[in-house]
């Protein structure tokens, strides 16, 4: 395992574990998960994974409350994220919910609270005076947001008055949105991207095509699922397969590396079993050559897969069939 070269109370590995799904049923996962879970987050520690995340949303607290109780004694030698739902995020109701999200973990400090999403109407002044507070009493280290633009999160930042280390945002080397200003931002200013859905929910493992598409409402609900738009990922997949190969690795395992190649860069993809998340955290160790990430990044750059306006008619009919 690899650790983030940024100053922390605890080492960030640069592969995590996503953890929406414990207790969520729309993954559809099986009444089984919830022990299935629990070996998962045994086993990452064994592989040297540090960076745990959740939220308060995720099965409303049972995504929390599963993850510190898998993690038992070792609460203390990991770096635990959750994040705050911003719902009427002023200063008293922050306080309130981290203490919330703390107990529900069995800790006393969470080393990195985050915003959720940012509120339209409620700027940032008042949840990161919340926020500094909480860093006062040392309820929590870090602050962070998440899918947050670059102006906002500076902006965030600067109502802090100390850095907000993190934006946690959707990336994979299929939506390649963050690489644009939120990566190079980060790695001038000594900050995370911190990428979930990282694997695009499954979409660079080379599982799916046009006659196999995924179960599961929350995969079926993604665009990137269309037939047409599995059609027009071969060309990415491919270059993915190719690289595999030469690292005797899967598809997976080289979409990680592309995003961790940059220092500024962290993943935390979901794992429906043990195998799998052994296979994720592997993919810490795979170095890219720089031949071989420019014909991955030149790949997703030709991936145009269909969105805006155009998606919902052709969701509606791929439901149906």
Not at 85 to 114: E, H, K, N, T
Not at 252 to 257: D, K, R
Request: no cysteine; net charge positive.
């Amino acid at each position: 395992m690899r650790y983030v070269p940024l100053e922390t109370a605890r080492p960030i590995s640069v592969i995590g574990l996503g953890t929406w799904q414990f207790g969520s049923r729309e993954w559809g996962y099986g009444a089984g998960y919830r022990q299935r879970a629990e070996q998962i987050v045994r086993r990452a520690l064994e592989m040297g994974v540090t960076l745990f995340d959740t939220a308060e949303m995720y099965a409303l607290g049972a995504s929390e409350r599963i993850l510190g109780a898998a993690l038992g004694d070792d609460r203390e030698k990991v770096f635990l994220a959750s994040k705050i739902f911003p719902l009427f995020p002023v200063a008293p109701v922050v306080r309130r919910r981290a203490a919330a999200s703390a107990r529900r973990l069995g800790v006393r400090s969470i080393d990195l609270y985050q915003v959720h999403q940012p509120n339209p109407v409620i700027r940032d002044g008042s949840t990161m005076r919340g926020m500094r507070g909480l860093q006062d009493d040392g309820l929590i280290g870090e602050v962070g947001v998440s899918n947050y633009a670059l102006k906002r999160w500076r902006t965030a930042e600067a109502h802090l008055g100390r850095r907000v280390l993190s934006n946690q945002v959707r990336y994979s080397i299929a939506q390649r949105e963050p690489e644009r200003d939120l990566v190079p931002y980060a790695e001038r200013s000594g900050r995370l991207v911190i990428a979930y859905s990282p694997l695009a929910q499954g979409f660079v493992s080379g599982r799916y095509d046009a006659n196999h598409r995924p179960a599961g409402a929350v995969r079926r609900a993604n665009p990137l699922f269309l037939p047409e738009n599995l059609e027009r990922g071969a060309g990415l997949l491919a270059a993915l397969r190719e690289v595999a190969d030469a690292h005797d690795a899967t598809e997976s395992q080289i979409a990680l590396a592309y995003l961790v190649r940059s220092p500024a860069v962290v993943a935390i993809p979901g794992a429906s079993s043990v195998e799998q998340l052994e296979r994720n955290a592997a993919a810490a160790d795979i170095r890219l050559a720089d031949d071989e990430y420019a014909a991955l990044a030149r790949a997703a750059r030709e991936f145009s897969p269909i969105t805006g306006p155009a998606v919902l008619p052709r969701l509606l009919r791929a439901r149906r069939s």
